[in-house]
């Protein structure tokens, strides 16, 4: 973890001292004493300390020599990092206000001097002492690192020991064959890829995160199974592994005495011989155990040879890299097990010698919450359950084991197992997944994690860095896309598009992850409950789960780099204001669901913040100090009472992402309960924007939008007719826009159309209020149409006609029609909409028959009918939909006929059906 925070800080002075910065800095240096023009020079000398060291770091790590010395060394060298850090801020805000486009440069202008936050003297003294300071750990190091370069071993900590080749399962983790639970549907699956007539070899991958049960899985399976095959084998693969040892260990076992030459004695190419010529006449079977990398699998692929005896080669892997190798038909993905089959396999190892292993009444409550905690790893289950059952079997004895279950997995020996297989998914990320690993901790226990929150809490930190022609979010797209291929996160859902929108944390991963982050001072979490989990004096990021002023009064905020709130019940207004002034280096200020209505003005004070959230709040105004946030580049005020913003917000020119809503004091319906905020004066000039809603049209921003070119997200409200032929022509400007959302003013308003059109296609249109009858023929639907995703149509009016035109867009993968339709019958065409996956049909007040013909809507999957008054049959045709996977028919007339629907969905896994008045 160290390597990493030295990482992030060599890229901040390479970014510091590069580009615009060094620019400006050069002239306002010249001025300065010797020490503050040797400012640059001193921060590159620290930079390359630094180099030097992380590259010391990682050897060290290769040569697992880390002990409690060289862990004190490490900690030294992380402090100074972080000092460096908020040196390094301090020195581009100065040079950044004295810049043209600063603060001082205003202030000039208007004949007034602003007081400085810092002085360069004063960052310069700072930098002179932290080189020196770094110089002299890398001198007292050489004491330690002698035993290394003289080839004396240190002890290695028990968590950086690498894996081992192991003769046969290393995992059994002390579970029998008749003691496995909720394996049954994988046991068959694998079972049968291995008795298959297929007589090609075979990869059979079985993924999944670690602790998850894979190995245990494959074992059971290869008691039973091996007997089929001439030949086998289980190695397991360690991520530093060395082909021609896992060559020569098969050979042993394989030729025993018939081999020739000594495998130790051959060479590369002799051991690739050896072996095809032994495996050429043999059924085999190869398991290959807790596979990191494709490369891996690929090239002891390519030496096993394919004899057409039907041999197999059993992978297990946490990495979807890995299993995606295997045809789909001989992948197995392994889950986490229920909540009853948990609860099964705890028992049995919590108490073995009890009739039935029932849990005693007294333990229940307390058993439970450990279970719940664990979350279906049975790994830990059984690890935890052989523990508790050598314990004295009383309450308290057991709930003091469960409140301190993060400490009993780092420190008792007995569950040191569990840690190691748990932290190695996290020893093998690479550097610059680690922050962004560590950070994803901060959200509270079986919290739902969106993607676009995190990735843009990932970007005002600066864990991203830019690479190439690519946006940051790109790029942090990818960086959560590889956490969830290596199994460290738990997907809940993806959009249309296949891409992540939510997932979830696995509670001990997040358990283990909050240790690591106490332990590198990366984060704390306060809540009020249970106290605060300790990291030091100044915490680098604050997440406040349950607000206590008592305990928040004992946190020096003065180093916080993030303040996140999740206390909406309990929340108090008193804390944070007074707390998040003293905290000047802050990047991240998100207090969503505060019940607060103003914000300080010495918000402006906060010269580092990048991204401001407050959501979910009574704010009405938001101070003028917040044109001061010269890197600001996230403003979020969605479900707020903000009328306006105030005079200034356009000089923000970092500001990428602009997100505002207003809760209105009266729903009206046709808003759905959320109003726009008036656009600002010069909000055009932000030319950096690519996210915007939701603002109110007006002719002139309607008239200067074309400004935006980098927008990916718009959504405009209060559209009037007056404003559409000049918001289509803005809009033809739009080379990156993939998501628009147009809402008319009122219901009765139309929304002439007819002209919109963009450069490249869109992916999702949402369009509320009347269309004009061209809409669906204008050059958007006749040029692009074919490539949109996603559309929502709400008080459209549509007619039968314009209806059939929206079922030619052929990669439609969601409809949404919502008072849209005025026609009577809807009759989905043989080939309509193939490809859509979510068809919505809402308040469709005239429709009194749905009829859907064979082949129509063929790969659609949810199917969602709300309060059709006038439909009181099943629609026709609806049992030719094989593929629905849930549909839901709610406030539909008290005549439908519900029993009749189910019955002609029986091959549906989830219906649900209400009628009104029930």
Known sequence: ?????????????????????????????????????????????????????????????????????????????????????????????VVGEHSPKGTWDYFKRIGKKPSALFSLDGIASKVKRINQDLKHLSEIVDRWTKPLDSG??????????????????????????HELVGTDKNK?????????????????????????????????????????????LWVSISQSYKLDDILRYMLKDLGKEKLEMDPEKMSSAELRVELKKNLDKKRYLIILDDVWTADALFRIREVLV?????????????????ASIADEDYKIKVEPLGDHDSWLLFCRKAFPKIDNHVCPPDLQTCCDDIVQKIKGLPLALVAIGSLLSLKPRTENEWRNFCNQLTWELHSNESLNHVEKVLNLSYKYLQGYLKNCFLYSAIFPEDYLIHRKRLIRLWIAEGFIEQKGACTLEDIADGYLGELVRRSMFQ??????????????????????????????????????????????????????????????????????????TFDIINGSSSWYSSFYSKSKYLAVLDLSGLPISTVPKSLGDLFNLRLLCLDNTKVMEIPKSIKKLQNLQTLSIEHAQLFSFPHGVSKLKKLQHIMVSRSPDVNNGFFNGLEGVKPFKGLWHLAELQTLFAIKASEQFVAKLRHLTQLRTLEICDVRTSHCAQLCNSLSDMHQLSRLLIRACNEDELLQLDSLTFPNPLQKLDIVGRLSEKTLESPFFLNHGHALLEIHLVNSQLSKNQLLQLSKLTKLTELYLGEAYNGEELHFHTDSFRNLKRIHLVDLAHVNAVSIDEGALLNVEHICVRNLQELWEVPVGISFLTSVKEAVFTDMHPEFPSNVLKEMLNHVPNVYVTTKGN
């Open 188 to 232: 068959r699956t694998l079972i049968g890829s291995l008795r298959s007539e297929d007589q090609s070899v075979r990869i059979i991958a079985v993924w999944g995160m670690g602790g998850v049960g894979k190995s245990t899985l494959v074992n059971s399976v290869h008691r039973t199974e091996a007997f089929r095959f001439d030949f086998r």
């Open 306 to 322: 394919d004899n057409g005896l039907g041999s197999r080669i059993i992978v297990t892997t946490r990495m979807e890299e890995v």
């Open 491 to 564: 997907v809940v859902q993806r959009n249309n598009f296949g891409r992540i929108k939510s997932f979830r944390m696995h509670d001990l991963v997040r358990e283990l992850a909050i240790f690591q982050s106490r332990k590198e001072n990366f984060s704390t979490i306060c809540d009020g409950n249970h106290g605060v989990i300790p990291v030091g004096l100044d915490p680098r990021r604050l997440s406040v789960l349950q607000s206590n002023n008592g305990i928040l009064s004992n946190i020096n905020p003065s180093r916080l780099r993030t303040l996140i």
């Open 152 to 177: 004396i071993e240190i002890p290695p900590a028990s968590y950086e020991t690498e894996h081992v080749y192991l003769p046969g399962p290393g995992h059994d983790y002390l579970i029998e064959d």
């Open 1 to 93: 973890m160290a390597k990493t925070v030295i990482l992030h800080v060599i890229m901040k002075i390479g970014t510091a001292l590069a580009g615009e910065t060094i620019t400006f800095a050069k002239p306002l240096l010249a001025k300065k004493s010797k020490l503050v023009v040797a400012l640059p020079r001193n921060m590159k000398l620290i930079k390359n300390e630094l180099e030097l060291i992380h590259a010391f770091l990682k050897g060290i790590d290769r040569k697992g020599a880390k002990n409690e010395v060289m862990e004190a060394w490490i900690v030294q060298v992380r402090k100074l990092a972080y000092e460096m850090e908020d040196a390094v801020d301090q020195f581009v805000y």
